[in-house]
């Protein structure tokens, strides 16, 4: 191969500018990020000939140039966080941003994020306030608590209790709850880069009320209880239930803190979903503090909720840490509008989307199911559509054992393979997350909204195409 035959026919970047079509695209985009364009694409055909690549992809290169450099520029100017339709039936999807928040909250957000706002100012008093102070009340009244913060995750919420409680001295955990929550959040590994020192106690499927009061020593600072969301122990079991472990730690003068990880403030059971355990139990059966996350069970913003006793919340308030993970004033806000639902626990599970979601029936989801294959027979799509009964997860890390009753549809193309067709569906303007089940792509109804039905019906019209019939 004449490899300088090639070299001189990848055009100048000057003459290339010159080109009407890089014209066209100078006058709608940055002249540098054109520029930048053009010689990356001229660079990479130049290492193509280099090292020797294939005659037909030199001379398909060389052709698409421009159309090549245009998708560069516009892949810069493009938004890469987007909306996706979660068609996994996977609730609180961690991947997909977890708990999707109220579209009525979106409003209120707007005022008081696109100008200024009371979010460290106390108006009564004409002085720098809290930021905790929009929410600290709402969730003393619906959780029973005498005081509240909130930081950036319940991550963060973790270190700064133990941070705060327990640094420099010993906490007992007991061997089954010493647990690693996705994302790398390891409770050894917290408990190190707090300065508290972990002391296990029990065994991985049994830990007793003797095991914690045996290792209570001169040097313990707290005892801590980690709710073991993502996995369970079953079988021949035994855990110390948190009404106990606070008779032990009232005696000893130390703290009780639960990590409830979930942290739901309504009784699940009494909507067909297992119990989990409330964080108003959690401080009724004597926790002293408890954390959990504001984007799962509770459904709202990303954030690490502590509440509990006054005494402790106030000295968390003063660590230095604090200032670290504090929350921001989105989160400030989407909060105290996610805890007004509570109010009432009925308009909470109305509006708050996951609990929606949680506790939608069968038949509006398989009504849900039945309108889009509707569409899509209206549409005449090149595909085999079929309506099915499946099961939704919570996710996030709650309820991994629960499966919850749902509708949906399995599609299979006559174009494309369904690992083809999951490709084309992820690479949508809007994207669509589908499952693979037994060769067919299964969209799951329980977590796409009714809103974004008429949306995901154009997409599949696109991407499946229209059938012969
Ligand atoms: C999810 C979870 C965490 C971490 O919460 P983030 O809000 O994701 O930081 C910590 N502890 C437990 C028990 C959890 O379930």
Redesign the pocket.
């Known amino acids: 191969m004449d490899k300088n035959k090639y070299f001189r026919r990848i055009p100048k970047v000057d003459l290339l500018i010159e080109r009407p079509e890089v014209q066209e695209l100078l006058a709608r985009y940055d002249y540098d990020v054109v520029v930048e364009a053009i010689r990356d694409c001229t660079e990479e055909l130049r290492a193509l000939i280099a090292d020797g690549g294939r005659e037909d992809e030199i001379e398909a290169r060389l052709a698409d140039l421009i159309p090549a450099i245009r998708g560069k520029v516009e892949s810069v100017y493009e938004l890469t966080m987007r909306p996706v339709i979660n068609g996994t039936g996977t609730i609180l999807h961690?991947n997909l941003g977890r708990a999707p928040i109220s579209a009525e909250h979106v409003q209120r957000l707007e005022e008081i994020v696109t100008g200024y706002s009371n979010l460290e100012y106390d108006l009564a008093a004409g002085q720098r306030g809290e930021r905790y102070s929009h929410f600290e009340d709402l969730l003393c009244r619906v959780t029973g608590a005498e005081a509240a913060i909130a930081v950036n995750?319940?991550?963060?919420?973790?270190l700064l209790i133990l941070s705060t409680l327990a640094k420099g001295g010993e906490v007992p955990v007991s061997r089954g709850e010493l647990?690693e929550?996705?994302?790398k959040?390891r409770i050894p590994d917290v408990m190190e880069q707090s300065g508290a020192t972990l002391v296990e106690v029990g065994t991985t499927n049994k830990t007793h009320f003797s095991d914690y009061e045996n290792a209570i020593t001169e040097q313990t600072t707290a005892l801590l209880k980690?709710?073991?969301?993502?996995y369970r122990i079953v079988g021949f079991t035994e855990s110390v239930p948190a009404s106990e472990l606070s008779e032990l730690a009232a005696r000893h003068n130390l703290p009780l803190i639960e990590?409830?990880?979930?942290g739901v403030l309504i009784d699940l059971s009494k909507y067909g979903i297992t119990y989990e355990p409330t964080v108003q139990a959690s401080l009724q059966n004597g926790a002293s503090v408890v954390?959990f996350?504001?984007?799962?069970l509770l459904g709202g913003p990303?954030?690490?909720i502590v509440v509990g006793k006054k005494e402790y919340i106030s000295r968390m308030k003063k660590n230095p840490l604090m200032r670290a993970i504090r929350i921001d004033k989105f989160t400030a806000a989407e909060l105290e509008l996610t805890l007004h639902e509570y109010l009432n626990e009925e308009n909470a599970v109305k509006k708050i989307p996951v609990l929606r979601m949680m506790t939608m029936p069968w038949e509006e989801i398989d009504r849900k199911a039945r309108r889009l294959k509707a569409a899509l027979r209206r549409a005449n799509v090149d595909a085999e559509v079929t309506l099915c009964t499946c099961e939704s997860q919570i996710g996030?890390?709650?309820l991994p054992l629960e499966r919850l009753k749902s509708s949906g549809l399995l599609i299979k193309s006559a174009r494309l393979s369904t690992p083809e067709l999951e490709r084309r569906l992820r690479e949508l303007p809007t994207p669509v997350i589908a499952r693979v089940m037994d060769d067919h792509i299964l969209l799951d109804m329980r977590t796409v909204a009714e809103d974004r039905l008429r949306l995901l019906t154009e997409e599949l019209k696109n991407v499946l195409g229209e059938g012969t019939r």
């Open positions: 961690t995750n319940n991550a963060a919420a973790v647990v929550i996705g994302g959040f980690v709710h073991t969301s993502n990590d409830l990880g979930s954390s996350s504001g984007d799962k990303q954030a690490g996030g890390g709650s």
